[in-house]
């Protein structure tokens, strides 16, 4: 497998004493090597950008791409998290060989006593064929309570198309740090 990133994520653009422009950006292209026995080429995509204001939160948009190869194979992450950036319902793990385009748009923000509240929507289709899949909603709640002690509450709907199954998830997660 071999790939090749030609963007650098993560930039920022001060827009003012209190605003922010965050944009992230890339792609890669991969292709068999060596003895593989399954010959194909896909590409990978990913623009994302969000607007921030200094101690109240930051709104954006995103849309990623793990292409297709004619539905033959799709790009490949094995070393990956895709549980970070495709949906926290875990639904995609293992991309659908026609490819997944993501949709989604979030909002994070500041929130009384020290917490961190964040809600993202996902639009799912297939690269191959465009079909619409399914959305998830992803909605977390993290509280800090010293450099030793933290909390989150994470919960995510996926509601799922063309005969992929619903699932809805929450997790509850303590930090102890020495």
Do not use: C
């Not at 030609?6 to 068999?32: C, E, R, V």
């Not at 909605?139 to 199954?165: C, D, P, T, W």
Request: aromatic letters at 14%; charged letters at 15%.
């Amino acid at each position: 497998m071999a790939w090749r990133n030609t963007m650098q994520p993560g930039s920022t653009i001060s827009l003012s004493d209190h605003l922010s422009l965050n944009y992230t950006g890339s792609f890669a292209h991969q292709t068999d090597t060596g003895d593989n026995p399954v010959k194909y080429s896909a590409n990978y995509y990913l623009a994302d950008v969000s607007v921030g204001k200094r101690n109240l939160g930051r709104i954006g948009g995103s849309y990623e791409v793990l292409g297709s190869d004619n539905g033959e194979a799709v790009f490949q992450t094995p070393l990956a998290t895709l549980h970070a950036f495709q949906g926290w319902a875990d639904v995609f793990l293992a991309p659908p060989v026609a490819g997944l385009e993501d949709i989604s748009f979030y909002i994070s923000g500041e929130m009384a006593w020290n917490t961190t509240a964040t809600v993202r929507h996902h639009w799912f289709y297939l690269n191959d064929g465009d079909d619409f899949i399914g959305s998830e909603i992803n909605a977390s709640l993290a509280k800090r309570v010293n450099n030793n002690l933290a909390f989150l509450i994470k919960y995510a709907r996926f509601s799922g198309k063309n005969e992929i199954a619903d699932v809805s998830k929450f997790w509850f997660q303590m930090e102890i740090g020495f």
